[in-house]
């Protein structure tokens, strides 16, 4: 058996009144998360720690912000073809880390719902999905709540 590990990170600015997605979970929140496709920051970590695994370049090669078929795209849709193009290498996904660096709201309340999310566009049990959130502290862009942070981990095999 072989055995890979890919990283992923993302960040995404916070605007005010615009639609906040995380893990393909909308969050009641007085701003959200901006970018070319619903801007899920820990969805898009999670793709590139897939895509990097298996040495498949990164997010924005597959999906540029440049290519209007990719905007307003649900993030999720983005992972699906990511395990798509993971599993036409011979590859399967072992499980997934993931840490969000976000100020407020909480995350807490929406992780079951992140991880099912996830677990439907990878095909993974719940069991096998760890989703994790920190502050910042109140420091910097995070903790002023200008943006957010996202990383991940993700184990592969074959």
Known sequence: MKIKVGFGFDVHQLR???PFIIGGVQLEHHSGAFGHSDAD???HAICDAVLGAANLEDIGYHFPNTDPQWKDIRSTILLEHCVKLLKEKG???GNIDAMLCIEAPKIKPYI????????LA?????DDISIKATTNETMGFIGREEGLVAYAVCLITK
Do not use: P, Y
Not at 114 to 119: A, L, P, T, V, Y
Not at 122 to 126: D, H, I, K, Q, V
């Open 122 to 126: 990878t095909g993974l049990s719940t």
């Open 16 to 18: 005010e009144n615009h």
């Open 41 to 43: 920051v820990l969805v």
């Open 91 to 93: 590859w399967e996904i």
């Open 112 to 119: 079951s719902e992140m991880k099912n999310n996830i677990s």
